[in-house]
Nanobody
């Protein structure tokens, strides 16, 4: 499956953005967002189950970010509120590999990466 992320941009601290990730075809895999800041490793942000009914997040975004999916549109979203300068990164969407543990944040448990969208939060 091919993934196309969009919705990034420049926003002031405290602002909001909503990212979208369109899949080239329907997939029942869980989906996730990762991010990579300059000079840092790519890190897990959030995941949503195939049904869309279950989610999990990294601690630093809990209460601020919401992941969701629209199965009819083959699209996964990441709504980001109360943005902080440390949220600045390239955000990537990906599919969670079948059979891996629910709750995993390990990059090797995910595949089919999209091209990324830049999010910049100014202070």
């Amino acid at each position: 499956v091919q993934l196309q992320a969009s919705g990034g941009g420049l926003v002031q601290a405290g602002g909001s953005l909503k990212l979208a990730c369109a899949a080239s075809r329907r997939t029942s895999n869980a989906m996730a967002w990762f991010r990579q800041a300059p000079g840092k490793e790519r890190e897990f942000v959030a995941a949503v189950s195939g049904s869309g009914g279950d989610t999990y997040y990294t601690d630093s975004v809990k209460g601020r970010f919401t992941i969701s999916r629209d199965k009819a549109k083959n699209t996964v979203y990441l709504e980001m509120n109360s943005l902080k300068p440390e949220d600045t990164a390239v955000y990537y969407c990906t599919t969670k590999t079948r059979g891996t543990t629910w709750g995993t944040t390990a990059r090797e448990d995910f595949g089919s990466w999209g091209q990324g969208t830049q999010v910049t939060v100014s202070s």
